[in-house]
């Protein structure tokens, strides 16, 4: 028992400065102050810093949604979040490189284009609301400044990448036909994705007994997992008996909800799920969650012919066929570059 006291302890110290919610029952606590972050050097590009604040503010959705998956951490937790560490710093040292290339290249990306680009973030990664990004980048140690500036390199580097081997001979009809048959679902808004599933949440402190403990909680909700898994219990008596939720007496039967209702890590993971996979427990700040997907529904792509979507797809079809060649670049750049890392 004090491997899970430690355990729960150390995720729910977590979840206090990285609140989400298994679902939406539309609770909400008063937050402690966020600590002071300090912002150091992740690593330098010819020179040119890259911020930890940077790392973790690309890190955070990896973190919270692994920390959900993994509440007992260990070895997969930590290979997980090593892996998604080396990648964001990967991203973030490529494109240095590119920026480094074309440092006199005077190319200026329109504020509009900023503004758009930080506002299909916030829709993808934080379900639309600005406060929820403003609540990452505070955590990060990032002001909105600096991460209205990483955009922007970000774009730089997407329009220097596209003048330099985008631009080639153009993708044909039937090519462009293809690829929206293949990714059309990737236009879509998927805010408006709905699913349903049956879930158990057992909350992390007893409301009918104040002596019980959330490891306590914690280890039965691993025991009421193990016993559906094993067939035990039936999924529904399971929700009937342990659930706290107010659809637990329904045996734990929710009606469709739209993915935009759901936290975003929740979210995630319950959309990768498969029909009729049992996952659990997932943990929150709230408590811990079995869950159980019976059914998804995605929202409708949009036609070729709207607004803009032909044009993604162009670019799509001209990065795929360069990306042999860009990816070459970037190699080179990086063998003759001086980078250095500190994490």
Same mark, same amino acid.
């Given at each position: 028992?004090?491997?899970?006291?430690?355990?729960?302890?150390?995720?729910?110290?977590?979840?206090?400065?990285?609140?989400?919610?298994?679902?939406?029952?539309?609770?909400?606590?008063?937050?402690?102050?966020?600590?002071?972050?300090?912002?150091?050097?992740?690593?330098?590009?010819?020179?040119?810093?890259?911020?930890?604040?940077?790392?973790?503010?690309?890190?955070?959705?990896?973190?919270?949604?692994?920390?959900?998956?993994?509440?007992?951490?260990?070895?997969?937790?930590? *290979?997980? !979040?090593?892996?998604?560490? =080396?990648?964001?710093?990967?991203?973030?040292?490529? /494109?240095?490189? #590119?920026?480094? &290339?074309?440092?006199?290249?005077?190319?200026?990306?329109?504020?509009?284009?900023?503004?758009?680009?930080?506002?299909?973030?916030?829709?993808?990664?934080?379900?639309?609301?600005?406060? *929820?990004? !403003?609540?990452?980048?505070? =955590?990060?140690?990032?002001?909105?400044?600096?991460? /209205?500036?990483? #955009?922007?390199? &970000?774009?730089?580097?997407?329009?220097?990448?596209?003048?330099?081997?985008?631009?080639?001979?153009?993708?044909?009809?039937?090519?462009?036909?293809?690829?929206?048959?293949?990714?059309? *679902?990737?236009?879509?808004?998927?805010?408006?994705?709905?699913?349903?599933?049956?879930?158990?949440?057992?909350?992390?402190?007893?409301?009918?007994?104040?002596?019980?403990?959330?490891?306590?909680?914690?280890?039965?909700?691993?025991?009421?997992?193990?016993?559906?898994?094993?067939?035990?219990?039936?999924?529904?008596? *399971?929700?009937?008996?342990?659930?706290?939720?107010?659809?637990?007496?329904?045996?734990?039967?929710?009606?469709?909800?739209?993915?935009?209702?759901?936290?975003?890590?929740?979210?995630?993971?319950?959309?990768?799920?498969?029909?009729?996979?049992?996952?659990?427990?997932?943990?929150?700040?709230?408590?811990?969650?079995?869950?159980?997907?019976?059914?998804?529904?995605?929202?409708?792509?949009?036609?070729?012919?709207?607004?803009?979507?032909?044009?993604?797809?162009?670019?799509?079809?001209?990065?795929?066929?360069?990306?042999?060649?860009?990816?070459?670049?970037?190699?080179?750049?990086?063998?003759?570059?001086?980078?250095?890392?500190?994490?």
């Amino acid at each position: 028992m004090k491997y899970i006291s430690r355990s729960v302890a150390l995720l729910l110290a977590f979840f206090c400065l990285c609140p989400s919610e298994a679902g939406a029952q539309g609770r909400q606590s008063a937050q402690p102050k966020t600590p002071r972050i300090v912002n150091r050097v992740a690593a330098t590009v010819n020179g040119r810093p890259i911020t930890s604040s940077e790392v973790r503010s690309r890190l955070a959705p990896y973190v919270r949604e692994l920390t959900m998956l993994y509440p007992r951490q260990g070895p997969r937790f930590n *290979a997980e !979040l090593v892996k998604a560490k =080396k990648d964001v710093l990967n991203e973030l040292i490529e /494109r240095e490189l #590119v920026l480094c &290339e074309f440092e006199t290249g005077g190319l200026m990306i329109p504020e509009g284009a900023v503004n758009e680009e930080i506002s299909r973030r916030t829709l993808v990664q934080f379900n639309g609301s600005r406060d *929820a990004l !403003l609540d990452n980048l505070r =955590k990060s140690g990032m002001s909105f400044g600096e991460y /209205r500036n990483s #955009v922007r390199r &970000e774009l730089t580097v997407m329009a220097m990448r596209s003048s330099r081997y985008e631009r080639g001979i153009p993708p044909t009809p039937d090519e462009i036909r293809a690829e929206y048959q293949a990714t059309k *679902a990737d236009y879509r808004d998927m805010t408006q994705d709905s699913i349903c599933y049956d879930k158990i949440f057992i909350p992390a402190m007893n409301p009918d007994d104040p002596n019980v403990t959330p490891e306590m909680q914690f280890a039965l909700a691993e025991q009421v997992f193990k016993a559906i898994q094993s067939g035990e219990i039936s999924f529904e008596d *399971a929700a009937r008996e342990y659930s706290k939720d107010m659809h637990a007496e329904d045996g734990g039967k929710w009606p469709y909800i739209k993915r935009k209702d759901l936290a975003v890590e929740f979210a995630n993971i319950v959309f990768a799920l498969p029909k009729g996979k049992l996952m659990g427990p997932l943990v929150d700040r709230m408590g811990f969650t079995i869950v159980r997907v019976t059914g998804k529904r995605q929202a409708p792509a949009p036609s070729l012919n709207a607004p803009g979507v032909k044009e993604r797809v162009d670019e799509s079809v001209r990065r795929k066929n360069n990306e042999k060649r860009y990816r070459a670049w970037v190699e080179r750049l990086r063998e003759r570059a001086v980078i250095r890392t500190y994490i």
